[in-house]
């Protein structure tokens, strides 16, 4: 069984920097591709970045130049660095698997800017 565990996140001033990551409980080689989401209150759950086995990335135009995903093989870590944060960063960022055909979702972890 395939878990994700998301942590790091907090709340931090606008202009700030958080580092979540996102423990996999196997090989993150088996994934096709992981990322990161994130959902605010009353909004739809949004891809924030994508990572594939190739190492190629993927942003939201809002975050671009500001955050950046990388993943760690040896250890089956992802991350997601998120520099000069803003208050519309504030949302619950759900780590993110795909293993064809499944989706895999990690519980979320709260990150909340505030101005």
């Known amino acids: 069984q395939v878990q994700l565990v998301e ?4 709340l931090v001033q606008a202009g700030g ?6 423990a996999a409980s196997g090989s993150i080689f088996s994934f096709n591709a992981m990322g990161w989401y994130r959902q605010a209150p009353g909004k739809q759950r ?6 594939t086995s ?11 130049g500001r955050f950046t995903i ?4 040896a250890k089956n870590m992802v991350y997601l660095q998120m520099n000069t944060l803003k208050p519309e960063d504030t949302a619950v960022y759900y780590c993110h ?9 990690g519980q ?3 990150v909340t800017v505030s101005s």
């Open 70 to 73: 990388s993943r760690d093989n």
């Open 54 to 64: 190739d190492g190629i990335t993927d942003y939201l135009d809002s975050v671009k």
């Open 108 to 110: 979320g972890t709260q």
């Open 46 to 51: 949004e891809l924030v970045a994508r990572i």
């Open 97 to 105: 698997g795909y293993i064809f055909p499944r989706n895999y979702w």
């Open 17 to 22: 920097s958080l580092r979540l990551s996102c």
């Open 7 to 10: 942590s790091g996140g907090g």
